[in-house]
């Protein structure tokens, strides 16, 4: 059985990468106190979570006085970034007793392992962290190519 988490009040959550453009491996990580919890991914699995997360927030009602509304970028991945296990499968919900997003998780099956239970991890956001995320997450995406190049040819006057 892998390890499972649940952060209820995540201090960071942010979507990161290691390696060049074109070879990229993508991570969700999550902190919380001396916890840091780093799961791998797909691109088009963070691409997908972000727009998720973007419906659900269409449904909040933002109140700008409340600090848990107002924008949060999240922090670079802490380092060395080591992921427990690779994500499956990903879901969200509404944890409406404290107004949060919920991100959740589930470890791709191991194929040699039939009857280990997977892995499980909960990320419970504020309306602002969950607007960080999509923010950075797009970005990671949209801009994570080489500038100098694209699609592999070199811009005029290079």
Known sequence: MSESFDLTGPDNFVAGTIGEPGQRIFFLQGRQGPEIV?????????QALASSV???LDDFEVDEDNPD?????????NEPVMAAWTVGGLG????ESDNR??????????????????????????????????????????????????????????
């Open 69 to 77: 509304h107002v924008t949060v970028a999240p922090q670079e991945m």
């Open 101 to 158: 997003v919920m991100i959740m998780a589930e470890e791709l099956p191991d194929d040699d392992e039939d009857e280990t239970e997977p892995g499980r991890a909960r990320f419970h956001l504020t309306a602002g962290q969950a607007r960080g995320f999509i923010d950075h997450a797009l970005l990671l995406i949209e801009y994570g190519r080489d500038f100098g190049r694209q699609n592999g040819h070199r811009r005029i006057g290079e």
């Open 54 to 56: 973007g419906d659900i």
């Open 92 to 95: 969200l919900g509404v944890d």
């Open 38 to 46: 780093t799961l791998k991914l797909e691109k088009d699995q963070i």
